[in-house]
């Protein structure tokens, strides 16, 4: 029997150190537990999404993507939404990572955080854009809290931490005049003031890269290295890239063009969301169907076309998942405004940041957005670049914008390799 209540009380122990933050450093954070717990909002969202109509055959059957998402693919998408999805199950798989709660600067805050119990363990922040969220991340979390040996012997885990951003599900929204620098101030402060981790590793994609950027320019001590999928600098277009005599590898010319295509005819929604968020964040406020259209519209777009086909494993369900999550969280009108908060993100000046962290590039050949390697030097302590190269031998050639979950191994990878570079 002694034995019993001795490894009993062991089990607690554990159970309380895995599950709770390093350390709560002020009792003023108000640090909280959390659930995602979003089931009574189901069958509201289940109604909506059987009593939406849509047209029984396509306008311009020859309209391709680039006009918006096709009928078929929505329809298609709305069926199995109503009939095969089972939010039980997608949120349970969403509650297998440890979330938490803070109160910083007067917002709520939520994140991830999953520990590893490694030692020499290296802590992550992870950043997401938009339309993403922390599930973005899902795929790689656990994977990244366990232990990796680099060539070289370096034992390399992490401690994740995901928040979501202000205004995105269930991190409050933020007043009118927050930029991506309050954001950046914020994560900051919930890495070393409530968690306690004086310094950091970070990882961005989208406008989770332009917080990230911030961080890794202006918070010099704490942030020491840094994974980015994109810089907060006007990507060169083929003319700029070709005058400066860069050439680029087949993959990355698959790059290349989709960046071309994307800056001719993929800005419509940019445009809505940085000039009229109100008016897209009402009209598809209660409208799940019209969320899946605007924002599985742009998945598809940014995605490797081989979604839910090897060897990408962007599936069906998990895009209606990231879709539920906006939806069910009502909070599609305020992760809208993050356009309208921060018009001026991309610079066309390069300039170095004062810092001397070294920075892991990683582009994935699906991506919509090129930065070569000569651009990312010039605004970074570039160490390593991942992607399409003709030198490097290190290509992702599958995957996309959401490189957690179309490549995850590839996203991985680049992690560990990050962490061979990490000096607290
Ligand atoms: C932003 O708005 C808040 C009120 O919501 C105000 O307290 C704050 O001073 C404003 N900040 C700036 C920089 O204007
Ligand atoms: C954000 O901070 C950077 C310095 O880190 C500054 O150059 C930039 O103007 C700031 N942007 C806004 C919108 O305040
Ligand atoms: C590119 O190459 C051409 C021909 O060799 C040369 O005249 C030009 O200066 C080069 N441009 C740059 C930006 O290096
Ligand atoms: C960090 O930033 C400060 C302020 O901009 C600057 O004085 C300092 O040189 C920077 N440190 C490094 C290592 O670049």
Known sequence: MPRMIFSFCLCVITVSTLFLPATSRDTDFDVQPFRVNLAHEVPHMKALIQNTRLPGTTLYPAADIEFGIRLDFLRDLQMKWLN???????????????????????????????????????????????????????????????????????????????????????????????TTNDTARIFNTLMVNVLGYSTYALHGTDRGSVIGYTLY?????????????????????????????????????????????????GQGYFTEQTFKPNTIGLALYDNPIGQLAWIGGNIQLWSDPRAGTPPSVLTDETLLTMVSLYYLTQTFQSSVWLYAQNPNTFSPNYLKPATDAPLVFSLFEFDIMLWPREYVERASNLVLYKGPSLTSGQEHDFGGHFAGLDNPPALIEDLHDLGVYFEP
Do not use: C
Request: aromatic share 10%; glycine share 4%; no cysteine.
């Open 84 to 178: 095969d999805f089972d939010w039980t199950k997608q949120e349970a798989a969403l509650n297998k990572v440890p979330h938490f709660t803070a109160k910083i600067e007067g917002l709520t805050v939520h994140f991830v955080h999953a520990r590893s119990k490694e030692p020499d363990r290296i802590p992550l922040l992870m950043m997401h854009g938009w339309p993403g969220s922390f599930q973005e991340f899902l795929p790689v979390i656990k994977p990244l809290t366990k232990l990796w040996k680099s060539p070289t012997g370096k034992r390399i885990s992490f401690d994740v931490i995901v928040p979501s951003l202000p205004g995105f599900l269930f991190s409050s929204p933020p007043p009118q005049n927050w």
């Open 217 to 265: 320019s202006a918070f010099n001590t704490s942030v020491r290295a840094a994974n980015l999928k994109s810089i907060p600098f006007v990507a060169p277009t083929p003319d700029d890239i070709a005058a400066n005599n860069i050439t680029l590898s087949d993959i990355a010319k698959v790059t290349e063009q989709r960046t071309a295509d994307n800056r001719a005819t």
